[in-house]
């Protein structure tokens, strides 16, 4: 695939995830496929996403606190102490990991994350007490794993997690999540970084595209389109999951 057409296209792409990453999650499911497709090998595919999920994070960090979203960002610090020994094993065993195993696992991951889009939160009870708090700690480390290993769908693994065990509005939800995969990516990408396995040019476009989309998620309300960015996601990650099948 020539430049002219592929840097517009992954910046596009970055655009699309961080919008959706930041909404809810799996927007790696777009970039992830689309790094391996431009050339990359699996694991410098997977570090090269990285840094657009930093950017994005970031962004919508400072999204959020132009609307002025209330937070309590030291509580987010605490969460995301407990996923980075996750992160960083995560991220060790994806570089690892065989070309053709990785392959499979991202294709059942795809697959999986695609269906998950339509999966609504369970509903309870915001006034509940957190009986299951304990839970949390097994949850976060584990989530810090999949998360450093291949990242694709970790904001539902959050969300669900800590709206479930945290009892809290998913507004409060969302700011921890971006702020946790903020944090727990830096080790991550450290670990791709130091084993040569991101390719600076994609990243860089991944990043500007993810930052703007990140932004923009977080400043506006969209959830007037979130349907057919759902349908839109499905579709395209479909397709990236035949292709991969078929090599």
Request: proline content about 4%; overall charge neutral.
């Amino acid at each position: 695939m020539p430049d002219i057409v592929l840097i517009p296209l992954l910046f596009l792409a970055g655009l699309v995830a961080g919008v959706i990453n930041v909404l809810s999650g799996g927007g790696s499911m777009l970039t992830l496929p689309l790094l391996i497709f431009a050339g990359l090998d699996s694991a410098t595919a997977n570090g090269t996403n990285r840094l657009g999920i930093l950017t994005q994070s970031l962004a919508g960090i400072v999204g959020f606190q132009q609307k002025q979203v209330e937070h309590d960002y030291v509580h987010s610090l605490k969460l995301s102490l407990i996923t980075l020994p996750g992160a960083l094993l995560g991220a060790y065993a994806a570089i690892e990991m065989s070309e053709e195993g990785f392959r499979y696992v991202l294709v059942g991951v795809l697959l999986f994350s695609t269906a998950s889009l339509f999966i609504p939160l369970p509903k309870h009870s915001e006034d509940s007490p957190p009986n299951r708090a304990w839970l949390l700690y097994p949850a976060m480390f584990g989530i810090g794993f999949y998360g450093g290993f291949i990242q694709i769908g970790v904001g539902f693994l959050f969300m669900a997690v800590l709206y479930n065990l945290l009892h809290i509005r998913l507004v409060y939800v969302n700011v921890h999540k971006v702020v946790i995969i903020l944090i727990y990516t830096l080790p991550a990408l450290a670990v791709f970084w130091w084993n040569d396995n991101i390719h600076w040019g994609f990243a860089i476009t991944l990043a500007v595209g993810s930052a703007l989309g990140g932004w923009l998620a977080a400043r506006w309300s969209l959830r007037g389109g979130d349907q057919w960015i759902r349908w839109l996601t499905a579709v395209i990650v479909t397709l990236m999951s035949i292709k991969l099948l078929l090599g």
